[in-house]
């Protein structure tokens, strides 16, 4: 088969893996190597669901041992199968970077053999990358549940964010849809990754930071019965027992056939669009998943978590403006973090005012249910059940249509191979 067609189907099969953001490495540019990822050498752009477009996302192999129910590389599918050698993978990456149409790289695999044997590709191609092609930019590496930690730890040396997918959210559903995959496989090894964040010896003697970038991982919501609140409680023991940067959520699509196992219809996109809003909760304002919701519930799709959350505890409000605390205004729905320190600010020079509030763009059609201004009520409404009403028509349901596409690197006509092997 050639290069061509094997890109085309490795691409393919990545692309329904969304933890890939390339915030947070800062390596910068060095004489002699090539690339790098400071701040202003690398783009982030993300499509309007959150997943990131500026890596080149593909699959060392996609021939796996494992028989995932909800993947579409499992090994029962009939479907083309591709691999890419660590040298074939080294030179697309580097030819694509220098015609600029890529930031960085975003390797991912299938279990090819043994957790083991695919590991060892994986190490050999990014060791490759940055040892040979001195390769700087940005690396985000999938480790493999079931290989030794201490290859696992080897990888991280060169990659800038690793990440283990947790897949399902409880070790049930793991049983049920993914049997091959063991809960301690992939804890374990997370666990392992958190505890390196710390500068190592290289073997030329010089120290670097692994990681730099942390460890990131995906859950698919909607495959099992899993609720939100159980999935809620796991991000938060995962961001505070293992410092991850980020937990990506993936509304499950069915790419197989079907399976009584598995629901017959997509997950609703709203509802991974509420789990984004609830880990921002979690991470910025100071909400813990205890207090979001009850472990056997799920979050309304038809508000905002803020406005769940300020809704199922009214007693809190109206909160007073020119007198609430920083953590009390963060409660507030339509009052962000940014404008929760202004308002603090601004109050030590007087008194603010609803237009004041105006001009520091609070979404106010959200936050004057809950506020007063000098005493002053300014909502519409002063009930749960007609604010509910009032602000679930004000949210708008995702685009279907758009949400599911991810953007492609290759969509020119123009043939792979020419622009893999063609002149700069
Ligand atoms: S291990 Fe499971 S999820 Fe990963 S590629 Fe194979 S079948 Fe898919």
């Given at each position: 088969m050639d290069l061509n067609e094997r890109i085309r189907i490795l691409t393919e099969g990545a692309k329904y893996d969304v933890s890939c953001s390339s915030s947070g490495a800062g390596t910068g540019s060095k004489k002699g190597s090539l690339g790098n990822t400071a701040y202003c050498g690398i783009c982030h752009s993300f499509t309007s669901d959150g997943r990131c477009v500026s890596l080149l996302k593909i699959l060392l192999t996609n021939y796996c041992e494992y028989d995932c129910l909800y993947c579409v590389n499992r090994r029962s599918n009939d479907i083309p199968r591709a691999r890419l050698s660590p040298r074939e993978l080294c030179e697309l990456v580097i030819n694509f970077y220098r015609r600029n149409y890529i930031e960085g790289l975003f390797l991912s695999s299938s279990v090819e053999k043994s957790p083991n044997h695919t590991m060892e590709q994986l190490v050999l191609a990014v060791k490759m990358l940055r040892e040979e092609y001195k390769f700087r930019g940005y690396i985000h590496l999938k480790a493999i549940p079931g290989a030794d930690y201490g290859l696992i730890d080897y990888a991280s040396a060169y990659a800038d964010r690793m990440s283990l997918n947790i897949e399902l959210p409880t070790e049930r559903s793991l049983k049920l849809l993914a049997p091959q995959k063991k809960k301690d496989a992939i804890i374990e090894p997370m666990k392992m990754l958190s505890q390196s964040y710390f500068l190592t010896k290289t073997e030329k003697n010089s120290q670097i930071k692994k990681i730099p970038a942390g460890q990131t991982t995906q859950m698919i919501v909607g495959a099992s019965n899993d609720t939100d609140g159980q999935i809620i409680r796991l991000t938060q023991a995962l961001y505070r027992n293992f410092n991850l940067k980020r937990v990506y959520y993936s509304a499950y699509m069915p790419v197989n056939l079907s399976s009584s196992l598995l629901p017959a219809l997509p997950c609703d996109l709203r509802r991974e669009h509420r789990l984004y809003e609830a880990d921002w909760l979690l991470r910025?304002?100071?909400?813990s998943a205890e207090e979001l919701l009850p472990v056997e519930r799920n979050l309304a799709a038809d508000i905002d978590v803020k406005s769940f959350w300020a809704l199922n505890n009214y007693?809190?409000?109206?909160?007073e403006i020119n007198t609430a605390s920083y953590e009390a205004l963060l409660r507030v729905p339509g009052i962000g973090v940014k404008n929760a320190y202004r308002i603090i600010i601004a109050r030590r020079h007087g008194k603010l005012t609803f237009e004041s509030l105006k001009k520091m763009r609070v979404v106010l059609k959200r936050a004057q249910h809950f506020i007063t201004v000098n005493g002053k009520f300014y909502g519409a409404y002063n009930n749960p059940v007609n604010i509910r009403k009032a602000l679930a028509a004000q949210q708008e349901r995702p685009r279907l249509e758009t949400a599911c596409l991810q953007t492609s690197l290759f969509d020119a006509e123009r043939p792979l191979t020419d622009i893999i092997t063609g002149e700069l």
């Open positions: 910025f304002y100071g909400f007693q809190f409000f109206p909160v």
